[in-house]
């Protein structure tokens, strides 16, 4: 028999985020290979066999990894070019020409860059959502920079066939087109090669607008053939809003629904424009929702009806989105903005709690991704995805309102060990498998090269209208 690898870590702060949502002030997790074997109270540890290592968490919280449940890992250089960028800009070539220039070398410096910065912030979990055309490779690309980073992740390849281009917010360019046998194959290609029991891949249709009912249905078909989750992007913006009720006479997710698409495997990513009917029939099929409330703010997309969907029971968890909609892939920022948009919009100071917050980013991602008999909680018998967090730090003083801090005065990098199906991925704030300085330098060179292929170089430099000194 293999002997399987076996480890305590005691005396820390432990949030399980369980259904009871137990938590222990001093606390200890037990790992056995990629598995929780068990959580409590140190005074209930009892003995230890020999040959399982003991660490000390003194001073730490441990609590599940975050679950990042919408983004765009090869977009990850793409960060700080779209800021206030006017319409015509990105509509010429801002959009289209920029996705155009991102190849494979460029994509994986992307996904790269993004998932150093989600695992060194605690997420053990990441959504990413891909183009597989113009350019085949690029999925290929961020896959492989997953299997590298070790993140446990669920990657879309996204597909768009509408022929339709009368309306330019929806309009396809022919290079992204595809016929639905190309894009089924494609992604069974993309399961067989990549597959794992950390990595899922999914088809995606990119829309009820972009996408024909064909594409729609033989996308979800193949969800159900490879049991896998089906993904959306869906009620987005006030514009796919409006073109959705001119073109179908309702909004996109009923549509969705009458295309047989709106299931228990899907995930929708945005759902900022659904009426009260559309929020019933969400809950109702168990799908489940990605809220990206700085995304969503960034381009002025609209404030996703949070309080109801959760009212409704809608299974939510948060993204950050990719960074070209945000620009950070910093998810406790998104908790913090989760809560602090929906204030405002309900004129209700009282909506919600920090612990509502880290809810929606642990168990909340999990359920929305049809993954909570795994993740999302620190339980025996779960994967053991979990992260662990300096409390001394000044952002997270004093002590006693530590949630409150966690949330609403951020900080990041106090989070200093990442644990991924029982291995140590993050320790004390070092990715193990990606180098930063490495990483870095890739960055700037992918994002000078798609700057130039884009022609985008000289907008940036004259956006400002600084005046800088290069010697
Ligand atoms: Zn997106």
Redesign the pocket.
């Known amino acids: 028999m293999m002997d399987i690898p076996e480890f305590i870590i005691r005396d820390g702060t432990v949030l399980t985020m369980n259904s009871g949502r137990e938590s222990f002030e001093s606390g200890f997790i037990w790992v056995k290979g990629e598995q929780i074997f068990r959580v409590g109270d140190v005074s209930e540890l009892g003995d230890v066999p020999a040959g399982v290592s003991i660490t000390s968490a003194r001073g730490r919280l441990i609590m599940p990894g975050l679950v990042n449940a919408?983004g765009?890992l090869s977009n990850g250089v793409l960060r700080g070019i779209y800021d206030e960028m006017p319409l015509s800009v990105w509509f010429s070539k801002g959009m289209w020409p920029v996705l155009e220039a991102l190849d494979a070398e460029t994509g994986m410096a992307s996904a790269e860059l993004a998932l150093m910065e989600l695992m060194t912030t605690g997420v053990t979990t990441t959504v990413s959502?891909e183009f597989g055309t113009p350019r085949r490779e690029l999925p290929d690309a961020v896959l492989t920079a997953v299997r590298k980073s070790r993140v446990r992740a669920l990657v879309s390849r996204m597909t768009m066939d509408n022929p339709d281009e009368s309306d330019p917010s929806q309009a396809v360019p022919p290079a992204y087109r595809e016929s639905v046998a190309q894009a089924v194959s494609e992604v069974e290609r993309l399961q067989r090669e990549y597959r794992s029991a950390l990595v899922t891949v999914a088809p995606e249709a990119l829309g009820v607008l972009r996408c024909t009912p064909e594409m729609v249905s033989g996308l979800h078909d193949l969800a159900v053939r490879s049991d896998s989750p089906f993904l959306m992007?869906i009620a987005s913006s006030r514009d796919e809003h409006e073109s959705s009720h001119r073109l179908f006479g309702h909004g996109s997710v009923t549509e969705l629904k009458r295309r047989g698409a709106l299931s228990g495997r899907t995930l929708l990513?945005h759902a900022i424009w659904l009426d009260d009917a559309e929020i019933r029939d969400v809950a109702a099929a168990a799908t489940g929702v990605s809220h990206n409330p700085v995304a969503n703010a960034y381009y002025a997309s609209g404030i996703a009806r949070l309080p109801e969907l959760l009212a409704a029971g809608v299974r939510v968890g948060l993204g950050v989105?990719?960074a070209s909609t945000n620009n950070s892939q910093n998810l406790w920022e998104t908790m913090k903005m989760a809560l602090l948009f929906q204030k405002e919009r309900t004129a209700d100071a009282g909506f919600g709690s920090a612990e509502l917050a880290l809810e929606l980013a642990t168990r909340g991602g999990a359920a929305a991704l049809h993954m909570e008999d795994r993740i999302g909680s620190l339980e025996p018998g779960k994967q053991a995805d979990f992260i662990s967090i300096d409390t001394a730090r000044t952002a997270l003083a004093p002590r006693q309102t530590l949630i409150s801090n966690l949330v609403y005065s951020n900080d990041p990098l106090a989070v200093r060990d990442v644990y991924v199906a029982g291995e140590a991925v993050v320790v004390n704030g070092v990715h193990r498998f990606l180098e930063r300085d490495a990483v870095l330098m890739a960055a700037n060179q992918a994002l000078g090269r798609i700057l130039e292929r884009s022609g985008l170089k000289s907008y940036l430099e004259s956006r400002s209208g600084w005046h800088w000194r290069r010697s």
Do not use: E, M, T
């Open positions: 919408h765009h959502a992007h990513a989105d990719g």
